[in-house]
């Protein structure tokens, strides 16, 4: 695909030369063809090569690199692995994108207290991997977490498959320091509770990197639970699957985790992994409980009667470690495997009140119909969290156009059924236009002051979030920046 | 308890909806700028700084509809002024429950305990109230509706100010509505308690439990004293042979009786001096009085003390050396303390408080008052030592209260000058 947004303005030797000063040469990209990988994230509709990416290995170096972006009046922009899908970390307002990867320590575990202390850049599963046989793990466990860090879970408060027992990030994090867009370093909350004033903490979790740079996060650790009974209910149909999952969680049953995949989907994953996914079903619902050994056979028996009486077709059980693991590998890595379904693909991410998953999966297929396109879905239907996944050739405007059409006509449903347009993504640039629908005018202006206490001049993550300028409050068109060059 | 008695409470407004606050508020902004002071239930008006100005008190008294109470998406939305007692009762009719420990339930409103963020020691195994907050509608003081959040269990969009005003005392607006996510009543709760020689052996006891079988919801730790008066308070009995550790359970029948069994064998080896299981039928009350030990009690000062949960047990000793009755939700390192009747003016309270503080401060922790004769207030800072991010806090209340119409000096933020204001 062309790239048609006009070349980064050439960064001045100066700022070039300062800049190494701080990160030293091999923590700077600013050669046109070295930015590219930078150009987009995890959302490849719309693109915009930064301007120049540093690669800070302290805190103090971020802080020299923000109070030489404000003595310059350069914009800034933090960075993680890059895997947000909502362009969470595409530089639009052009500028210093300060990536993160190399501030990835783990600087304490402390099991008594039971917190951990990492750096930003920390991939998610290396600290579920530095606490294998602890007893305790981290629980937000995006599908990503191989590739995530716990700096990008915090910035957009990511979910994950077990959030529905265990919460999403902010339920997770006790303290964080950042950098301030202004250049101070604050630090919030701590490894203990309730510190007196406002939840700074809870605030600062989804922020999506417009109130500074997390360099430092408090993670809750969480018991590793005594065991665990993994399901998979086959059903004919997705309506079957969808009221299954309705009426589980109707039962009043809470279990670890709950998450569907479609015939689409199931086709995909079987060519990858050879798990042994019925190709005929119309979906299958990978139901997890934990706890202690002497409740989980009860809890997994209720909910096995519920998925037969609301018409599953069989239920299998995972009987060994290995087999739940590899049904988890397929669940996490459904993504990757869509690459055998089609060149390019959007993931969406709405969410509706958990009873209204059947009507708002009629619609998703009704809307793949109208726009020619097709849409496989895999998602965590125990939080009402759809994932519509379209595939389309990014080669082809038109159908590129169909698949915004499609997208935007899912999340209109999705506030027409009561819902919201992101449950963890995140509304980065390419929900913005979604803002204005979800929220009033008056909200919009309440969350703008809540930035500006953060971020006064707007220079840190401009153009994300909310629709409207950064500093002055002044309305500003919206406008989906990249869309155009993907077109 | 003692209420303000400041003239702050002279004038009060009751508004029958949310449109007609907003309105109210809206023309108090535009010409006499009166201070305004958000009440629910009342039970918490001694909490915070005290009102120093003369000023409106807006009730939510009649702001207790039930918007939408879909169950069988576990969500619920009320308006704010929902009584607690009315609240729980209404999700028990589904068998479901908002799991945070309120005291003064049948007085006490959501939006209330929301602005104190009020929790008691299920807190260990289900979280605060933060972890339930999922929408949230208040007005700012221009009179402004704003909202955050939405009504699914997922959200993502806009900033969280359900955290936000969750704890704010009601600097930041009024809250007026609020959706819960929910959770299913267990089928039973047990308590288990155990007395043992020293505090010091109860941190090796609890050290231990990290790796427990078991998964307690609660882990309580009480002084004898504290023990016998909720103890007396339930109508039932704890020992008081030494200092005293509880662990409730949660769950199915057959799964509470196990973790019961299971732990007993696991406290053997810690040598308590007594194990008692608190009956079926007592179980309820003790909950309830272990709820409202922070509010009940007629000693002269309470405070709430955060830190370290490893350093928990140290506090307590350090706390009852001097006869102070403390009760420690130990898990998560908060400890609820009355200084002893002997205590009877604001200089000696302080000098008790001084080491404590000192203590917590080493350890990531801070001291606030829950209650105290107001005159005190001067003398002890009422909010604790400042935090690093508090000047952030005031540049976030600046935006949002410009003119700081809201619960103005009561909480963290400088006290006001008196002068061109009220």
Request: overall charge negative; hydrophobic content about 40%.
């Amino acid at each position: 695909m062309s790239v048609s947004t006009p070349a980064a303005p050439t960064f001045g030797h100066d700022v070039l030369r300062r800049l190494r000063e701080i990160v030293g040469a091999e923590g700077l990209l600013s050669q046109r063809e070295e930015l590219l990988v930078y150009e987009c994230d995890g959302y490849t509709i719309e693109k915009q090569v930064p301007d120049v990416v540093v690669f800070p290995t302290t805190t103090e170096q971020i802080v020299q690199i923000v109070k030489l972006c404000n003595e310059l009046q350069l914009p800034f922009i933090p960075r993680g692995a890059g895997t947000s899908l909502a362009g969470g970390s595409l530089p639009v307002g052009g500028g210093v994108m300060i990536a993160l990867t190399r501030m990835k320590q783990i600087l304490e575990v402390n099991l008594r207290d039971r917190f951990a202390i990492v750096e930003p850049g920390l991939v998610n599963v290396h600290l579920t991997q530095r606490l294998k046989g602890t007893g305790y793990h981290y629980a937000p466990d995006p599908s990503s977490q191989g590739a995530c860090t716990i700096g990008g879970n915090v910035a957009t408060n990511s979910g994950g498959p077990h959030t529905l027992k265990y919460g999403v990030t902010v339920n997770h994090i006790l303290g964080v320091e950042a950098v301030m867009p202004d250049g101070s370093v604050v630090t919030f909350g701590g490894p203990a509770e309730d510190t007196p004033g406002f939840d700074m903490t809870g605030l600062f979790v989804g922020n999506e990197g417009t109130f500074g740079i997390c360099t430092k996060a408090w993670v809750r650790l969480t018991r590793d639970p005594a065991a665990y009974r993994t399901m998979l209910g086959i059903f004919e149909t997705v309506e079957d699957a969808t009221r299954t999952i309705s009426n589980i969680i109707g039962a009043g049953i809470v279990p670890a985790a709950l998450e569907m995949m479609d015939s689409g989907i199931i086709e995909a994953v079987e060519a990858a992994f050879h798990f042994g996914f019925p190709l005929d079903a119309g979906a299958v619902v990978l139901i997890e409980v934990d706890g202690l050994e002497v409740a989980v056979d009860q809890e997994a028996q209720t909910i096995m009667e519920i998925c037969h009486s609301s018409g599953a077709r069989e239920v299998r059980q995972a009987n060994t470690p290995k087999e739940r693991l590899l049904l988890w590998k397929c669940r996490k890595q459904a993504f990757g495997a869509i690459g055998r379904l089609s060149p390019s693909y959007c993931t969406q991410d709405g969410v509706v009140p958990r009873t209204k998953l059947p009507e708002i999966l009629r619609l998703i297929i009704e809307s793949g119909k109208r726009h020619n396109l097709r849409i496989v879905n895999v998602f965590h239907a125990g939080d009402g969290n759809i994932h519509p996944i379209i595939l389309f050739d990014e080669r082809d405007a038109d159908q590129v156009q169909r698949v915004l059409h499609a997208s935007d006509e899912i999340l209109d449903a999705c506030i027409e059924l009561g819902g919201s347009v992101t449950g963890e993504h995140g509304i980065g640039v390419e929900k913005i236009s979604f803002m204005s629908k979800l929220f009033t005018a008056a909200d919009l202006a309440t969350f703008l002051k809540v930035r500006l206490a953060f971020n006064p001049t707007g220079l840190c993550s401009p153009k994300k979030m909310l629709p409207t300028a950064g500093a002055c409050g002044t309305e500003q068109p919206i406008v989906r920046t990249g869309v155009r060059a993907a077109m | 308890m003692s209420l303000p008695t400041l003239a702050a409470f002279a004038e009060e407004f009751t508004p029958a909806t949310q449109a007609e606050l907003a309105r109210f508020m809206a023309d108090n902004a535009a010409s006499r700028q009166r201070v305004l002071y958000p009440v629910g239930g009342r039970t918490a008006l001694h909490f915070g700084c005290p009102a120093v100005e003369p000023g409106v008190a807006i009730s939510t008294a009649k702001l207790t509809n039930v918007i939408d109470y879909p169950a069988r998406d576990m969500t619920v939305t009320v308006e704010s002024g929902i009584r607690i007692d009315a609240l729980n009762e209404l999700l028990r009719q589904e068998r479901q429950r908002l799991p945070i420990d309120i005291p003064q339930a049948h007085r006490a409103t959501l939006g209330g305990i929301i602005a104190c963020n009020a929790g008691g020691a299920r807190r260990f195994g289900l979280g605060t109230l933060r972890d339930y907050i999922i929408g949230i509608t208040a007005i700012d003081a221009t009179g402004t509706p704003f909202k955050a959040g939405g009504r699914v269990v997922k959200n993502v969009a806009g900033y969280d100010l359900c955290k936000l005003l969750n704890g704010s005392l009601g600097t930041l607006g009024m809250i007026t509505q609020v959706t819960l996510k929910l959770r299913p009543i267990p089928e039973t709760t047990r308590w288990l308690w155990a007395s043992f020689g020293s505090f010091q052996e109860i941190e090796t006891t609890l050290e231990k439990l990290l790796l427990s079988a078991t998964r307690p919801i609660a882990m309580e730790v009480l002084d004898p004293s504290a023990a016998s008066e909720i103890a007396a308070e339930a109508r039932t009995s704890l020992p008081t042979d030494g200092p005293l550790l509880g662990l409730a359970f949660e769950g199915g029948a057959h799964e509470v009786a196990w973790e019961l069994d299971t732990v007993q064998g696991e406290l053997k080896l810690r040598n308590p001096r007594q194990v008692v299981i608190t009956p079926d039928a007592e179980a309820d009350g003790l909950w309830n009085s272990l709820t409202e030990f922070e509010l009940t009690a007629e000693e002269p000062l309470t405070f709430k003390a955060n830190l370290l949960p490893s350093r928990t047990m140290e506090f307590l000793e350090l706390a009852t050396r001097e006869q102070i009755s403390v009760q420690a939700h130990a898990g998560n390192g908060i400890v609820i303390g009355h200084l002893p009747d002997r205590v009877t003016n604001a200089q000696t309270a302080a000098g008790l408080l001084t080491p404590l503080r000192r203590f917590v401060r080493q350890y990531h922790g801070n001291l606030t008052i829950v209650n105290s004769p107001e005159t005190w207030k001067q003398d002890i800072p009422t909010w604790g030592e400042p935090e690093p991010s508090w000047p952030l806090m005031q540049r976030l209340k600046d935006q949002l209260d410009p003119q700081d119409l809201l619960n103005r000096g009561r909480f963290i933020f400088p006290a006001p000058i008196p002068m061109d204001r009220g």
